[in-house]
């Protein structure tokens, strides 16, 4: 059995370049090939409803792991997941996506929607907390390059409140905000640093 970990993570490497040299490397969490498989950018898994963990800030990453963890933040796909996994293995989680490169734009630009959103974004003051070029801070989440629909559906629940065991300075800051000014928003910051 010890024999097949390597070389299923070397597999896994050749089928998603970038994964092997971290996922194999000594020291680093088993687990992170089951979390590359789905929030890699070159992971063919990748949903546009998943978030895309590249590039994000390690802190960020760090924490909403531990929150998972704890059941402070309940994700039903996620249940289980993060059952006794050290702080120690989320860290280094959080250091492998957290210097990865995001990837190309999934979704076409369209120049209207982008410029609404980017207008939007600037009224609403996005850039203070998540930085003018939307790359995210310590516990600040990346917006740039993020994937438009998962974008658009957590802002979705942060203007509902129903965004259970997040930032709740984000529900106030999304509070009354029309659905197609958020759908021009999700589309300006998926475009971003592509």
């Not at 039903?76 to 490169?101: L, M, R, T, W």
């Not at 990346?142 to 930032?167: C, I, P």
Request: hydrophobic share 40%; with cysteine.
């Amino acid at each position: 059995m010890s024999v097949l970990k390597p070389f299923v993570a070397l597999m896994l490497g050749l089928m998603w370049p970038g994964i092997s040299a971290q996922a194999s490397g000594p020291g680093q969490p088993a687990r992170l090939v089951q979390c590359a498989d789905c929030h890699s950018p070159d992971s063919p898994r990748l949903s546009a409803d998943y978030p895309l963990l590249a590039g994000q800030p390690k802190t960020f990453l760090e924490n909403q792991m531990i929150m998972i963890r704890e059941g402070l933040r309940e994700i039903p796909i996620k249940k289980g997941i993060f059952d006794n996994v050290s702080d120690q293995e989320i860290i280094s989680i959080a250091q492998h996506f957290s210097i990865q490169k995001i990837g190309a734009s999934r979704t076409p630009k369209d120049i209207a929607l982008y410029t609404r959103g980017e207008k939007i974004a600037k009224e609403l003051l996005c850039g203070t907390c998540h930085l003018p070029n939307y790359a995210g801070r310590d516990q600040m989440p990346r917006l740039a390059g993020q994937h438009e629909s998962y974008l658009l559906n957590t802002m979705r629940k942060f203007r509902n409140n129903q965004a259970v065991g997040r930032d709740t300075i984000m529900a106030a800051s999304l509070y009354g905000v029309h659905e197609d000014d958020l759908r021009a928003m999700a589309h300006y910051f998926s475009q971003l640093d592509r």
